[in-house]
C-alpha cells in the first residue's frame, strides 16, 4: 500500500512538473507579443485607450490662401491718382508742406524724347535775363535747352532713380559737351540731383508744336577775346555761309560765340555739324534760332 502511495506520488509530481514546463514554454512564447502589445497602449492618443482608432491629426500648417484680385474700382482710382494733368496757363498755386514717397508720373505721350545727361544752374544766373527774355527764377520749375522751343513743356526723368518732374523751356544752353538740359535748382531738387551735379536723364516733350522744325544753327567756337572769334570766322567764311559772332554776357564776362549756319529742320542742322566735325575738327553744338532773336541768342 505505501508502495502504491509512492509510485502515485512520483507521477503526479511528474506531471505536475511537465505542466510547468508547457506553461513556461507557452509564457515565453507570449511575452514578446504581450511586450508589443502593451507599448501600443502606452503609445495610444486621448483617454480611448489602446483600442481607439482614431487617426491622429495632421498638425501641418495649411498652404497660405492665394491673394485675391484687386478690386475694379480700386485698380481705376490708383490709375486715375497718377494721372499726368494737362498743362495750363496758370497752374494751381502749389500746396506748401514736404514731400514724401514721389512717385513718378505716366510715361508722355508719343513724340520728340531723347536721353543724356542733366546738370543744374543757379547762382549766380538766378536774376539775371533769360534767352527768352524773362528773368530767370532758379526757384521755378525751368530749364534750359538747345534746340526745343521756348514754353515747351517737357517731363525730365532722372534715369537714377525713377523720379520725374515737369518743366518749361525758357532759356538755351548747355553749351558744356555731354549735357543735353540744364535744369533750374528747384528742378534739380524734385528729381534729386542738386548734390550729384550731373545726372542722365530722359527727356520727354509734352505734346505742342513739332520741336525738330524751324531754323537752327551749329556753334563751332566760344572765345573770350573777339578777336579769335573773329579769325574763326574769317577762316570759315570762304566754305560756309552765314557765320554769326554773338556776344554773350555770361556772369563769368563776355565771350564770343561763333556759329555757323541757318539750317532748316534739327536733323539737317545735326547733320551738318557732323560734316563740321568731320572736316574741320570742331566739338559743335546745334543750337535752335529763334524768331526775334538775334542769331546767337542771349544766353
Not at 514736404?98 to 531723347?114: D, F, H, I, R, V
Not at 535748382?185 to 527727356?203: I, K, Q, T, Y
Not at 568731320?278 to 559743335?284: A, N, P
Request: charged content about 20%; aromatic content about 8%; proline content about 9%.
Amino acid at each position: 500500500m505505501k508502495s502504491s502511495l509512492e509510485r502515485l506520488s512520483v507521477l503526479l509530481d511528474s506531471r505536475k512538473h511537465v505542466f510547468r514546463r508547457k506553461n513556461r514554454t507557452l509564457s515565453d512564447s507570449f511575452s514578446p507579443l504581450l511586450f508589443v502589445l502593451s507599448a501600443l497602449c502606452v503609445l495610444g492618443v486621448g483617454s480611448s485607450g489602446c483600442a481607439s482608432h482614431k487617426p491622429i491629426a495632421d498638425r501641418r500648417q495649411p498652404p497660405p490662401a492665394q491673394p485675391t484680385a484687386t478690386p475694379p474700382e480700386t485698380a481705376d482710382a490708383a490709375r486715375r491718382s497718377t494721372d499726368l494733368p494737362q498743362p495750363s496757363a496758370t497752374p494751381p498755386a502749389a500746396v506748401p508742406g514736404p514731400k514724401k514717397n514721389k512717385t513718378a508720373p505716366l510715361p508722355a505721350p508719343s513724340g520728340y524724347t531723347e536721353e543724356g545727361n542733366a546738370s543744374w544752374y543757379g547762382v549766380p544766373f538766378h536774376g539775371r535775363r533769360a534767352s527768352n527774355g524773362e528773368i530767370y527764377d532758379m526757384y521755378k520749375l525751368t530749364a534750359a535747352h538747345r534746340t526745343l522751343p521756348f514754353e515747351t513743356m517737357v517731363r525730365v526723368t532722372n534715369l537714377n532713380n525713377g523720379v520725374s518732374t515737369i518743366v518749361r523751356i525758357t532759356d538755351r544752353g548747355p553749351f558744356v559737351d555731354n549735357r543735353i538740359i540744364d535744369l533750374s535748382l528747384a528742378a534739380a531738387r524734385e528729381v534729386d540731383s542738386v548734390a550729384a551735379g550731373v545726372v542722365p536723364v530722359r527727356v520727354e516733350v509734352l505734346g505742342g508744336a513739332d520741336p525738330t522744325a524751324g531754323f537752327f544753327t551749329v556753334q563751332v567756337g566760344a572765345f573770350r577775346d573777339r578777336a579769335n572769334a573773329e579769325r574763326l570766322r574769317d577762316r570759315l567764311s570762304p566754305s560756309y555761309s552765314p557765320i554769326f559772332i554773338q556776344q554773350y554776357d555770361s556772369p563769368d564776362g563776355l565771350f564770343y560765340r561763333v556759329r555757323v549756319g541757318k539750317i532748316s529742320g534739327e536733323d539737317a542742322a545735326h547733320q551738318f555739324g557732323m560734316q563740321l566735325h568731320d572736316r574741320e575738327g570742331f566739338t559743335q553744338f546745334v543750337t535752335r534760332l529763334d524768331e526775334g532773336m538775334p542769331p546767337g541768342g542771349n544766353r
